[in-house]
């Protein structure tokens, strides 16, 4: 069984930045492509970042320039860095990891941005 837990998420202002982390337990991290999606009120849940099992990325239109997903598959751990960050980037953020045409996803982290 796969469990992903985010943390990092909080409250920030317009213009700050936070690094949204996901640990991943089970043997499947380095094989699976991992992904940060995000929810706000009232939409759905869409694509922020991915990066696959060999680190190649790729972005959402609106986190290109302003956030970099990385991995680390000694740690089991997948990052999101979120800098110049925007009113309109408040949602809960998921993390979810793709393995064989399994997703797995972890119970998501709010990120607050104030303006």
């Known amino acids: 069984q796969v469990q992903l837990v985010e943390s990092g998420g909080g409250l920030v202002q317009s213009g700050g930045s936070l690094r949204l982390s996901c640990a991943a337990s089970?043997?499947?991290?380095?094989?699976?492509?991992m992904s940060w999606y995000r929810q706000a009120p009232g939409s759905q849940r869409e694509l922020v970042a991915r990066i696959s099992s060999l680190g190649s990325t790729n972005y959402a239109g609106s986190a290109k320039g302003r956030f970099t997903i990385s991995r680390d598959n000694v740690k089991n751990t997948v990052y999101l860095q979120m800098n110049s960050l925007k009113p309109e980037d408040t949602a809960v953020y998921y993390c979810?990891?793709?393995?064989?045409?399994?997703?797995?996803w972890g119970q998501g982290t709010q990120v607050t941005v104030s303006s």
């Open positions: 979810n990891a793709l393995f064989f045409a399994i997703n797995y």
């Open positions: 089970g043997a499947i991290f380095s094989s699976a492509s």
